[in-house]
């Protein structure tokens, strides 16, 4: 039996709830071209995305830790694949379309630049004056603009709901930004499932990596009422706190985020009669929620992890080496545009040379932003 696309929006009509997102009754695309026999337009834009160069950067970006600091640390990439993953099964708990989550998650942080939110406060400093810089709008800017794949367009040429989606990304860490894609409504649920993925995905695994590297000890856990209620119900102590304990830990936490994720929200989907994607994007608060206890401790522990790994003096200190970095590329590129590839150059004419060295610069991964300094400022270096 062949699954051909007409049979898969067919299959998401009659199985999804009433509110999710059907494929079939996209907004399209803002170019109109012919569609896949076998897949789903989200399906068709998933593919897309893990198709693109500023994806497979992710690879070599920061999430906490620079790059080079170890290979078993989170990357920008790997924090990516573990939101999707994290999105993906709240999406399906609830009848959500799993393929729009899905998008939604892997384009989020496409926009990053090197070495994580420092990296993007440099940016943003640097470009005042010039349009400053948002990593979300830098998402969008890459999927709308700056991928060239495409003979007919630039861009991806998305559905409209992925790059609503994308645009209206929001965290602690993530204002958006939404013009051009109805500001004044919520985005989908699927889109809202991502952003609390997100927030899910680094709680978790910060925690997680801020253990293994030792800046965190297991003692600590016991300042967090989450935590210390997690390691009561395991039986676990801190003082025979191995690194199988520290799996199981960080597992069960994820477990018990994802399941409160779920429940809550159903229980607002019912309180507020939600029966259609008309009444999601119409409610006057999001929707995906966690319980209220569990978000006063999640609350608790993201300080936890601000006062004692984020601002961690070592992780301060490599913040201050990115700073440094990307302020003398900027610098340096800018003042003498002929240090840029000739495409950067070019690009500079229409778009100004600010704006086109951010581009370049937003692109770099943590070790190429060090090569290209060390290839600019250290004669030494021949690579």
């Known amino acids: ?163 609503e989606g994308i645009v209206k990304h929001e965290t602690r860490y993530d204002l958006p930004d939404a013009e051009g894609y109805e500001p004044h409504l919520r985005p989908s649920l699927e889109a809202q499932i991502v952003n609390l993925a997100d927030e899910i995905a680094y709680n978790a695994h910060d925690l997680d990596d801020g253990l293994r590297s030792g800046l965190l000890v297991p003692g600590q856990l016991w300042e967090v009422e989450l935590l210390r209620d997690l390691l009561g119900e395991l039986s676990m102590h801190p003082d025979r706190f191995d690194e199988m304990s520290r799996r199981i830990f960080i597992r069960e936490l994820l477990g018990l985020i994802i399941t409160d994720t779920i429940t809550a929200t159903h229980a607002l989907l019912e309180q507020h009669r939600i029966d259609s994607l008309e009444a999601v994007r119409q409610h006057p608060a999001p929707l995906a929620v966690y319980s209220q206890t569990l978000t006063r401790q999640l609350e608790e522990l993201r300080d936890f992890l601000y006062a004692n790994l984020y601002h961690h003096y070592y992780v301060v200190r490599q913040v201050g080496k990115s700073r440094f970095v990307l302020e003398k590329l900027f610098e340096a590129y800018t003042q003498d545009p002929r240090l840029l590839p000739p495409q950067v150059q070019k690009a500079a004419e229409s778009e100004g040379i600010h704006r086109a060295a951010c581009d370049y610069i937003a692109g770099m991964t943590d070790r190429f932003a060090l090569d290209e300094y060390a290839r600019l400022f250290e004669p030494e270096f021949h690579r």
């Open 1 to 163: 039996m062949l699954f051909e696309r007409s049979r898969l929006e067919a299959l998401e009509a009659q199985n999804l709830a009433p509110y999710a997102v059907k494929s079939g009754q996209s907004r399209g695309r803002e170019y109109p071209e012919p569609e896949s026999r076998y897949r789903t337009p989200f399906q068709k834009d998933r593919d897309r995305v893990n198709h693109t160069t500023a994806f497979r950067r992710l690879q070599y970006k920061t999430q906490v830790f620079v790059n080079f600091e170890g290979d078993y640390y989170r990357t920008r990439l790997t924090h990516t694949l573990e939101v999707a993953q994290v999105a993906r099964s709240i999406a399906r708990a609830l009848g959500l379309n799993p393929e729009l989550t899905e998008t939604i998650a892997f384009a989020h942080d496409l926009g990053h630049p090197p070495f994580g939110h420092s990296g993007e406060a440099v940016l943003d400093g640097l470009m005042q004056g010039h349009g400053g810089f948002d990593h979300n709008k830098q998402s969008m800017r890459i999927v709308t603009y700056l991928e060239q794949r495409y003979p007919g367009f630039r861009g991806l040429n998305l559905c409209w709901e992925t790059r």
